[in-house]
């Protein structure tokens, strides 16, 4: 099989990450890379890390070109611009995987409250999948637009929704204090994100509204078949790359055999690793990867169950979950292209 | 004033900070700093930072000779030969802070269950005061032996202690996720402490089980009048210094002045730093200084307070308050050779 | 075509990287890792990055049926017991790749001076090719041992072979200021390589008399046609991965066309990526991937010439040269299993 | 005594480490801090490391307030509006301490052909002196106007200058490959200052054109007593702080005594500590203090002396000998207010 792909805004980080897996994809051809900023300049002239190994350059974004050579269309944009781009598209039949937060939520209210802008093509939301390939893989094939979850929700979402499911834990004292990697941020001149300002720091910031928290809060409440609020307590760690997410919750029965919700949850999913009870992932077991690590134990004094999961927040919580929805997309094996292995070191 | 001041077990990095620390401080004159391991070896050679700044060398722990010349012996030993050591030396009449666990609980038997060890002077244990600064200041201006505090529990304890004792929050349903540098572990030859298995790394660790977790709850339970137990789930950041711990808790009323509380508290307090509510502080804040910044905001949705506390484990999370309990108990301004600004950088 | 490899002394980081790769190369089946210290453990229990990737678990040495069941045997010893392993295997009839220093010198007394021991079997260093895969292709593709090269030696070499060879720049000032990450201590219980000790530090070490200097020296010699001395001065850097080294020497003519020299010497070698005059490498162009990228820029006020030439310490620098040299031997091509480009971020 | 103190352009990392320095120094009291683009906001809302500890806001530069109520007034400005500022309020009659490169140069064509700019007030220029303090101390005893050497200068010329002074080195063959931490590009919003492109990456720059050179060479020079040119070859460290110099140079004499030579300069300085022959310093051994480090070995085999200097840049290298030299033109003691300890960790 042959995949022709196209990147709209590939200039960031999840731009990168989205070069550096499809042009070793055996199965995908990139087509186009797009960048209004850095149009025209070659691709490794901005990353030499693709030097000899990358000869395209940053075009401008030619949506009638892209749509006839593109059997797939990544986007990589800002919310707002993205659902604009993802309009025209799909207007024209290609297929789109829109890494921004545009449809990521079936209660455009929520869009609305929480990205505080009115969203510019509701009648294509209704079209669109949640992209959490674990959990939506089914729709996801027959998808012709998904919507990437967030780096934060994937980490939240892939604990907390085999739980809940199962009615393992109560809905209404559930805590995600989770801890992410500066790429996070993007690529951006921006003072807050300088090696001076962050080295040998740590910091928590957008208590009780960030963004991801409605998003998380609409994947749960469907495993809950009932409205759920959590909190969502992220923080900045001085590392580029990884999420660690260590997640409370309240068991309603202590003896609840938890490694075994999550298997057979998790039974055709390779890059969901649920350890043994009382072993704890790390992020260097996932950097680097498009795995998903879970561990899990029980505070038993306290009657809480407390789960820790970590993943790349550029690879499974961005690029590489966008690429597994595309082979899922496309029938081929799920984790084709995708079996790089976690860094470590 | 003169105080003579000497250090058991001066080799670690809390001796560092401690000989750092007395050699600047305009009353103290430090005789003695004991290693068996380094001995007769100069300090500056094991910490060239301290060229031509300290001339001593690190000799055995002769305690008729510290005892006699020292006004105050510090104990930076691990625990077990701590309480030994002090028993010595207690006994022959100079004053002790102790910076191991041996001196740290009212409850014995909690000791005992906690470091899995029977205690070496329990007749000892009660004349200790537990070295928390600002909360047994009176109590430590008359102690002859002070149990300096560990690093998390103070994060934690000065955090939450004014809010029990205020009845502004529950008592049953509280959450600390600290997380801590590395020298929180010591000078240690470790694979574990490695920089190959650290740098961009991030982990828990000790989940439900971390020693720390018992002293806090003792500590609290008085502040509270009544039994209770904390869930404190530790992790280890890619940083060398400092504590941030993220506290979540439930509120019993919305509307509590939370800050009016913290203030009246610690209004007698340099060293204890509130922030305007929904302000967080962040490690570089505290870094390098003997501060305690605390910053709180309120999840409104679910009724809880989020409070922020951190520290730097080397100076308020050991060396600092030793010093800080030393000038208290000397009768000397509490923030004396204390006064150094944090890092931020 | 399916080749059998085995590990000899595997839980190092080489063990660790070449594992990585070899379980991901597609002509590759790894048949046994071995380790003294960890034998009976599985390798994901010590590296959980490869939970769920790798089912082998270390085992002791036996010679005997790994040379039996193996094509190639991988040593990752210490020097002296590598020869040891290299004399038993190479009478069973297996090909070796060693990535000690055991068979990197062909002058024996060179070997003896720089390492104070007596070389366990001087009769198979004879046979036995240094691997710098780009200089000694030809010879590798016939050899049954192959030495590979140390980190700062590839990175030395390759950068200022071609020049001395092509009469480019003066062989007797010629100085190389070399930088590593810790990694290149390999895996190690030592207060040295601890992160409370490397964090924000960085050090020069063991300048005038590092090891790989006579290594760098003999081959230099060789490209030169006659005897010369560099002056190598390698420091630590705080990262994990990655040499950059910074050599400055004497231009005999300032006009002299330097990047054709490169790019005609290397035009078979793919992972050599020579830049454009004036453009400099960084580390994290070649992180993670086999690539050495070397920039070079003329000082013309001084009549020298600054190369700088950077690779992966881990990869090109070990295991992954050691991967290449395979290929090699077993007539695939040389970049089969190694085209995972570098990190970047 | 108490000095009066102001500091123009106070909001970047030079800034900040003035205000600690000075609001710790026990002769200081600090005016005014100015800043255009933070004018307005409490120093401590821009560095909370400085909540509770000091309650000026940015003002704007009101030159004759200012020049009227210091005794001194620190420019830390960009260059050429730093001598702007330095014009005015040298002609009010208040002494300067200018940290930009504005005053640095005695020879005016240098000046003008390094920083492609025509010198705003040649007049003063002749008025200053070189604030390298250890070499320059008497002149800056009555001098009004100080020029605050660069960082990386004062790691060189320190190295340097007693060697050629004492004629112990050749002056032609001088490579000085300097490594510098992050906070030496200042408090920038640049993407080439994001811990996303710096974590784990290590660059040399500015390769044969960086300013410094010609800063170094007018300084050398006169220990030379005849212009020399050197190669300085500066390179990204992913640190924050702290510069460490490895120069290599030739020896006339193997045997010189080289210590010697430095002791015997150096004797009446304090903060210049020059280790005993093969003994190397490290970033951490100054990081934080005002010391400079000096270690050197001789390469025998090759006639070369190397020598590693090491400071931290924001305070030898800039605001501690700001301070330093402040101390001088008053007549206390030198090291006055600057005797904390270096970090080590």
């Given amino acids: 099989m042959n995949i022709?792909?196209?990147?709209?805004?590939?200039?960031?980080?999840?731009?990168?990450e989205l070069i550096n897996i499809l042009i070793c994809h055996p199965d995908v051809t990139l087509k186009y890379v797009t960048s209004r900023s850095d149009q025209g300049k070659k691709v490794s002239d901005?990353?030499?890390?693709?030097?000899?190994?990358?000869?395209?350059?940053?075009s401008q974004a030619d949506y009638d070109k892209i749509a006839q050579e593109s059997d797939i269309v990544f986007l990589a944009l800002p919310h707002g611009a993205s659902a604009a781009a993802a309009k025209e598209l799909y207007n024209k039949g290609t297929r789109i995987i829109d890494l921004s937060a545009d449809f990521?939520?079936?209660?455009?209210?929520?869009?609305?409250?929480?990205?505080k802008t009115s969203h510019p093509c509701p009648e294509l939301n209704s079209a669109a999948v949640y992209g959490l390939s674990e959990i939506y893989r089914e729709q996801i094939k027959k998808a012709r637009i998904v919507a990437n979850p967030?780096?934060?929700?994937?980490?939240?979402?892939?604990?907390?929704?085999?739980?809940?499911?199962?009615?393992?834990i109560r809905a209404d004292n559930i805590i995600i204090d989770a801890k992410s990697g500066i790429t996070g941020a993007g690529r951006k001149s921006d003072i807050n994100c300088s090696m001076s300002e962050n080295l040998e720091n740590f910091k928590a910031y957008s208590l009780t509204n960030h963004r991801h928290t409605s998003e998380i809060e609409e994947q749960l409440s469907k495993a809950n078949k009932a409205p759920l609020k959590v909190n969502f307590s992220p923080h900045l760690l001085p590392v580029k790359r990884g999420i660690l997410a260590t997640i409370y919750c309240d068991l309603f029965d202590q003896d609840k055999d938890i490694k075994a919700i999550y298997d057979n949850f998790y039974q055709e999913s390779k890059f969901i690793s649920v350890l043994e009870e009382n072993r704890l992932p790390e992020l260097k077991n996932v950097t680097g990867s498009n795995y998903v690590q879970i561990g899990f134990i029980k505070d038993k004094r306290l009657n809480k169950l407390i789960v820790v999961s970590c993943l790349d927040n550029l690879v499974k919580g961005a690029s590489g979950q966008a690429v597994q929805n595309m082979n899922i997309m496309f029938g081929i094996e799920e984790s084709r292209g995708l079996d790089f292995i976690a860094r470590y070191l």
Same sequence: chains 1, 2, 3, 4.
């Fill in 104 to 115: 990521r939520y079936q209660n455009l209210n929520t869009y609305e409250d929480t990205y």
């Fill in 150 to 168: 967030g780096c934060y929700t994937t980490a939240a979402i892939v604990a907390l929704y085999p739980l809940l499911e199962a009615r393992a």
């Fill in 46 to 58: 901005i990353y030499p890390s693709l030097f000899s190994r990358c000869d395209l350059s940053f």
């Fill in 4 to 16: 022709n792909a196209s990147i709209i805004g590939a200039n960031g980080y999840t731009g990168l």
